[in-house]
Each structure stands twice: as C-alpha cells, then as structure tokens.
C-alpha cells in the first residue's frame, strides 16, 4: 500500500543473521560478534533484529533502527536452515562459542543480583575517610 509513495522503497535483503563475526578470522577469542549489517537499513540495532528474528516465515511486523528515527515494514521470507537444524547446530557448539553474546547481560545479571541481596540484607556501605598522612 506505501509502494505507489514517493520515497517509498520494497526491497529485499536476502539472507542475514543476527550477529556476524565480519571478516575476522571465525569465532576469534578476542573479537565478540557484532550485529550484522543488513542491506538497505540503517543503523541496524538489537531491537530491530528481535523483531525480525521474531517472525514467523510470511509474517509481517514493523520495526525501527536504533536512533528510532526510520521505520521499516519487515516481512520474514525464509529461516534457512529451518530453526530445529539451528538448534541442533546450538546445541552441539561448545558454550565457549557463544559466551561473550552474553557477556554484558551476564554482568547485568550478576549485579543485580547482588543489589538484591544486598537490599534484602539491608546492607548499606558506609566509606572510610582516607588516612591523613603526615
């Protein structure tokens, strides 16, 4: 319905994945996957890929970049392969593969729950006045 707009586009990017490694050697130790660039969007952020990796095949949703100031209209064609072979192919992978995708959720986790505990424990941390030194 937005196809007959001036500066309206339908494009199709073809096949992309969530997180890419780029063109560093694969699964480097020291190099964490980065979000994927997608053709013809821009400025891809997480919230737009968990919409679209959302998707049933032929589903359609909206979906923004991460400043939130473009808005796309994203239907999901195909998931190649099907999701039970990437599951599988997840589960096979050691946890090593994939632990620094979620590293800084990881970290968000633990203090939290140490805030919790801390809370609960009523535990406030008062700071020592620093020694004068003569």
């Known amino acids: 319905m937005f196809a007959s707009e001036a ?9 992309f994945s ?10 480097s130790p020291r190099v964490p996957p980065q979000l994927s660039q997608v053709p013809g969007v821009e400025r891809v952020g997480n919230e737009f890929m968990e919409v679209v990796f959302g ?19 994203v239907r999901m064609v195909a998931v190649e392969p099907s999701i039970a072979v ?5 589960m096979a992978d050691s ?15 633990y203090r939290a729950w140490i805030k ?17 030194r003569r």
């Open 116 to 132: 919790e505990i801390e809370d609960e424990a009523e535990l406030r941390w008062v700071p020592q006045p620093a020694p004068v």
């Open 55 to 73: 998707l049933e095949p032929q589903n359609v949703d909206t979906a923004r970049n991460q400043p939130q100031t473009i808005f796309y209209v």
């Open 18 to 27: 969530w997180l890419s490694f780029g063109d560093v050697p694969m699964f």
């Open 7 to 15: 500066g309206k586009k339908i494009f199709e990017t073809g096949f």
């Open 95 to 109: 946890y090593q593969r994939y632990a620094s995708v979620a590293a800084v959720e990881e970290q968000q986790q």
């Open 86 to 90: 990437l599951r599988e192919m997840f």
